[in-house]
């Protein structure tokens, strides 16, 4: 089995930043690809951004691109959103999920393991 921890969520002015972070434990040799969902009040969960196990190949919802950036430390078992100009709209609570295959997907059916979340707030 594989525990999600998620940290570093908060509340933000507009325009300000926050780095949200993934860690995985147990069988981490399990997982492979990971990402970042989030749901917003009244709204389905969706997706963010993503990454492959070796880095390499990342993905973003347009409307995070250009702002956001994923990045992971394997070594760490950690994976990590950095928000940039965070705008009212990004207040959610956010997501970390793994997969076993190795390319990260936009779909949350393809994730195998979640974590419980954490509230980001930005404010106008």
């Known amino acids: 089995q594989v525990q999600l921890v998620e940290s570093g969520g908060g509340l933000v002015q507009a325009g300000g930043s926050l780095r949200l972070s993934c860690a995985a434990s147990?069988?981490?040799?399990?997982?492979?690809?990971m990402a970042w969902f989030r749901q917003a009040p009244g709204k389905e969960r969706e997706f963010v951004s993503g990454?492959?196990?070796?880095?390499?190949?990342?993905d973003y919802a347009n409307s995070v691109k250009g702002r956001f950036t994923i990045s992971r430390d394997n070594a760490k078992n950690t994976v990590y959103l950095q928000m940039n100009s965070l705008k009212p709209e990004d207040t959610a609570v956010y997501y970390c999920?793994?997969?076993?295959?190795?390319?990260?997907?936009?779909?949350?059916?393809?994730?195998?393991?979640w974590g419980q979340g954490t509230q980001v707030t930005v404010s106008s």
């Open positions: 147990g069988r981490t040799d399990s997982i492979s690809a």
């Open positions: 999920a793994a997969r076993r295959s190795l390319l990260p997907r936009q779909f949350e059916s393809e994730y195998n393991y």
């Open positions: 990454i492959s196990r070796n880095g390499f190949s990342t």
